[in-house]
T-cell receptor, first 113, second 112 residues
Framework: DAGVTQSPTHLIKTRGQQVTLRCSPKSGHDTVSWYQQALGQGPQFIFQYYEEEERQRGNFPDRFSGHQFPNYSSELNVNALLLGDSALYLC????????????FGQGTRLTVV | GEDVEQSLFLSVREGDSSVINCTYTDSSSTYLYWYKQEPGAGLQLLTYIFSNMDMKQDQRLTVLLNKKDKHLSLRIADTQTGDSAIYFC????????????FGAGTRLAVHP
């Protein structure tokens, strides 16, 4: 089991551009959550996908959107990038049951210049 | 409310025990996590405790939960240099599906 895998590991974008980050959940997991971790801070919840729908959302603007595919993999899209979007983006997968563990990928380090 | 607080830094000598503390606000949290993050890496799940438990032990790790005071601690016995990392406490927000609320992290430095 490869665990949660994210791609790419690093990327650099210019302010105003758009970016797509990808996540494959742990085998058997059906729920994917995305988190943003700014330097020196704890991860902040962006949103969660289950059954290809956004089920809940944190305090992030509409520039942040996502998608979940039938195989449970997920994408995070960010439009009109700002310098403040520079962060480590983490994907977490879990099972849609009560009292379940969430496993994280290694993250994608996004730098906006 | 949604808030988790941790002390920012802890320094211990190799071989000693480390205790990392955390306070949380959501009294309805079903369970609480401890994650470890090494430089440039993602989050590694260390252990978790259900809200109906007071203590959980897992090899060198001991988690204590005081629900009355909403206080959680992680004790690492015989701390090694490989334990140097940032440790995050997280609660599962009761108002959402497995939405995790993280503290800012405690940086553990282990010195000889």
């Amino acid at each position: 089991d490869a665990g949660v895998t994210q791609s790419p590991t690093h990327l650099i974008k210019t302010r105003g551009q758009q970016v797509t980050l990808r996540c494959s959940p742990k085998s058997g997991h059906d729920t994917v959550s995305w988190y943003q971790q700014a330097l020196g801070q704890g991860p902040q919840f962006i949103f969660q996908y289950y059954e290809e729908e956004e089920r809940q959302r944190g305090n992030f603007p509409d520039r942040f959107s996502g998608h979940q595919f039938p195989n449970y993999s997920s994408e995070l899209n960010v439009n009109a990038l700002l310098l403040g979007d520079s962060a480590l983006y983490l994907c977490a997968s879990s099972l849609d049951t009560i009292n379940t563990e969430a496993f994280f990928g290694q993250g994608t380090r996004l730098t906006v210049v | 409310g949604e808030d988790v607080e941790q002390s920012l830094f802890l320094s211990v000598r190799e071989g000693d025990s480390s205790v990392i503390n955390c306070t949380y606000t959501d009294s309805s949290s079903t369970y609480l996590y401890w994650y470890k993050q090494e430089p440039g890496a993602g989050l590694q799940l260390l252990t978790y405790i259900f809200s109906n438990m007071d203590m959980k032990q897992d090899q060198r790790l001991t988690v204590l939960l005081n629900k009355k005071d909403k206080h959680l601690s992680l004790r690492i016995a015989d701390t090694q240099t490989g334990d140097s990392a940032i440790y995050f406490c997280a609660e599962v927000f009761s108002g959402g599906y497995n939405k995790l609320i993280f503290g800012a992290g405690t940086r553990l430095a282990v010195h000889p």
